[in-house]
């Protein structure tokens, strides 16, 4: 995959009126409103120092409609302050009047920061660019801008207007956070240092499931340790049985259960299941072997500590390590060793060493270790999709608008 995008550095960018888009979608505490990990706002400064001559409009998303973090973009706004060096303002608004007016008044060396532009309902759709350059969202914000500058890396699988249908009709830009981890993730395009391994849990099933099939029919990955709900749906379609409540939400995932099946038939000797859990019974962590799981009462919240030995084995024995969602639920205390012990083999290890998904590298910066895995990505799904070949459709858009834009130059 070549990305072949016109950066910040291409554009003279003293006095324009820019549009970024970010991603600094963050974990919230439901309670405060507070943002609880602001690893993805302080990703966003070296776009923000580049950009300090400019006028400078961001656009970002939190959470869908209908969650319970779906809430405005102040907090968001408050915390960009103390990131950037430029005065930071928010506006209650994403295309009506107000932002209209805050646009406008955006000065040189000014932040403006635009409500949750998924509030605007055409952003919610996934649709072509061409189609998505024609919302009212793209066709009323994009004569006010000079530039648009992307640089929402984590949200590149999405192919919403914001995403795609602004570099249909202004000139774009990669901004300084995708160009890094389009770099740091290119080198994993190629042919891996091997043994690869790819270390897959958290709760997000369906947009795992998928990239492991096709890291294991492309041969990227030489092992795959599952944990977290992925471990399971893999235990499951090997013919395990689970107490009520694991039973009953992998009944809904009856799809994932099927297509894990077919992996194992086809490349059960590569998929490295969980042998034991973490259960929290009575109050208290117990390890329970994966032969009495179905007996168990206890909610099950960790990969056991058998398994935490096998796949910190596995780790250190790798020349590549590739490792997204928590092996549990490790924000409770008790059952962050199955993921902290991944972690700290691969913090370890000399191998190419990244990591991504929020809730991963959040509790890596926490444990204090994230300086020590080659890259860490802000991004969980577009990572992935990434890795695993997959058309990101807000770098083609880029990739487009930018050869448009020098078509246009030599015409001119
Ligand atoms: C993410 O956190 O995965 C990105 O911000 C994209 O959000 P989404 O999965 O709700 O589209
Ligand atoms: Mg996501």
Known sequence: MKFDCLKLSDF???????????????????????ILDSSRILAAKPSLDALRDARVVVMAHQSRPGKGDFTSLQPHADLLKSVCSQPVRFV????????????GETGRGEVLVLDNVRLCSEENLEDKGEKLAKTNLVSRLAPLFDLYVNDAFASAHRSQASMVGFPQVLPSAAGLLLEKELGALSQLLGEPNRPSTYLLGG?????????????L???????VLVGGNVGKVFLKAAGRKFGESDESWMTDAADQVQNARSMLSKYGDRIILPVDFGALSEGKRREVAVANIANTTGN?????????KVFAD??????????????????????ESGTKLVLEAMASSNAFTVIGGGHLAG????????ERFSHVSTAGGAMLSMLAGEELPAIDALQEASARYRERRKAA
């Open 92 to 103: 209650e608004d994403v295309i009506g009047p107000s932002a209209k007016t805050a646009i």
């Open 363 to 370: 509790y890596a910066s926490m444990l204090r270790i994230a």
């Open 314 to 335: 596995t780790i250190r024995s790798s020349k590549t390590v590739v490792a997204s969602g928590p092996m549990g639920v490790f924000e409770q205390t008790g059952f």
């Open 217 to 223: 029919a492309t041969g990227k990955a030489d092992r």
């Open 12 to 34: 003279e960018i003293r006095d324009k009126k820019v549009l970024l888009r970010l991603d600094i979608n963050s974990p919230m505490d439901l309670k405060t409103n507070r």
């Open 300 to 308: 099950l919240m960790d990969i056991g500590s058998e398994t935490s």
């Open 203 to 215: 709760a997000k099933v369906e947009d795992k499931v998928p990239v492991i099939e096709n890291i």
